[in-house]
């Protein structure tokens, strides 16, 4: 992807370009995604910007000093190369955008999480049940319940970060090969482009499974590459990693909110529903732990779902002491 100056796009939105600088922008918009995101979060800066000076009367010269101080920092380079920039008539716009940047959790409140995720950290955390969440650069999350997480995609960073502190969570990321997207689980580190996949962090096992793309997960040196329908399992104390192939789709049930059981024994079924529920189902013979069973749960009321099991099987089903048997 070509990146495209910025004050060469605001000049563009001011309507300040040539026919040969329009037509070149115009194009390097329609030759790429990220570039006709690159020119629409300018564009944004420029929206606000003129909402502001409508809402507040704006100190030009305080505002382009730290205009300026901030340029400095992150784009000495640049700065130095466009002195005509910062001696154009449109000086009163970069002021706009330093006062956008100063002050964007308060005027960004239509942004996910108030566009905190520039500036610093954002704390996620589900509690009795999943919860679905937008994160700023497009990417989506389903945290399943009892999952804590935090990230942070800062505006000068080189990647997009996140920390999954405990639970299980769905991420399907939003493609930018300029910036990964990197997920920290103890000691394990994912790292994608642009894909979907699930991690699962329980005491001190991760496991990690793509559904799209491919993923990068490393720990103490060594690296593995997930490709589609993959499942990776890795110690965090020993470092040791075990690719394999899921036995069956009942780890996406908090995601696509079913369990779809497809010819898979009843044992499997009833464990992803005693992790969902937080119940204690047992079943007391051996024989109906290996039964095997092709149906679809909602992911609803537990006892509907223990009616259908009862239905489609014809089991014998009983509450006893805390537990719930099946016979």
Do not use: C
């Not at 940047?101 to 995720?117: D, N």
């Not at 919860?131 to 080189?158: C, H, M, R, W």
């Not at 009942?250 to 009843?266: E, M, T």
Request: hydrophobic share 35%; aromatic share 8%.
């Amino acid at each position: 992807m070509e990146t495209m100056n910025e004050e060469k796009l605001i000049k563009y939105l001011l309507q300040e370009s040539d026919a040969e600088e329009t037509k070149a922008i115009q194009k390097w918009i329609s030759e790429d995604e990220a570039n006709q995101k690159q020119f629409e979060e300018i564009k944004w800066i420029w929206d606000s910007s003129s909402l502001l000076l409508e809402k507040s009367e704006v100190d030009e010269n305080r505002a382009w000093q730290k205009f300026t101080q901030l340029r400095d920092k992150h784009q000495a380079k640049k700065l130095q190369s466009n002195q005509r920039f910062l001696q154009s008539n449109w000086v009163r716009v970069a002021a706009a955008v330093t006062l956008i940047f100063v002050s964007a959790w308060v005027y960004s409140t239509f942004l996910p999480q108030s566009g905190k995720a520039y500036f610093s950290s954002v704390e996620l955390q589900s509690e009795n049940s999943p919860i679905e969440v937008p994160l700023l650069d497009g990417t989506q999350i389903t945290l399943n319940k009892n999952t804590a997480l935090n990230y942070s995609q800062k505006l000068f960073a080189s990647q997009r970060k996140v920390n999954l502190k405990s639970g299980e969570a769905f991420f399907d990321v939003k493609r930018n090969e300029n910036k990964p997207f990197v997920i920290h689980s103890e000691g394990v580190q994912i790292t994608v482009l642009g894909t979907s996949f699930h991690v699962k962090t329980t005491g001190n096992i991760t496991e990690v499974i793509v559904v799209t793309g491919s993923v990068q997960v490393e720990i103490d040196g060594k690296k593995e590459v997930l490709k589609p329908e993959e499942k990776l399992t890795v110690n965090q104390e020993t470092g040791e990693m075990l690719k394999t192939t899921p036995s069956n789709n009942l780890y996406n049930y908090y995601v696509s909110k079913r369990f779809q059981a497809d010819g898979i024994p009843l044992q499997e079924l009833v464990a992803s529903l005693n992790e969902a529920y937080d119940s204690n189902i047992e079943i007391a013979r051996g024989e109906l732990k290996a039964l095997t069973i092709t149906t679809t749960l909602e992911y609803g009321s537990l006892e509907k779902n223990l009616e259908v099991l009862r239905e489609t099987l014809n089991l014998t089903i009983v509450q006893q002491s805390g537990r719930i048997i099946i016979q």
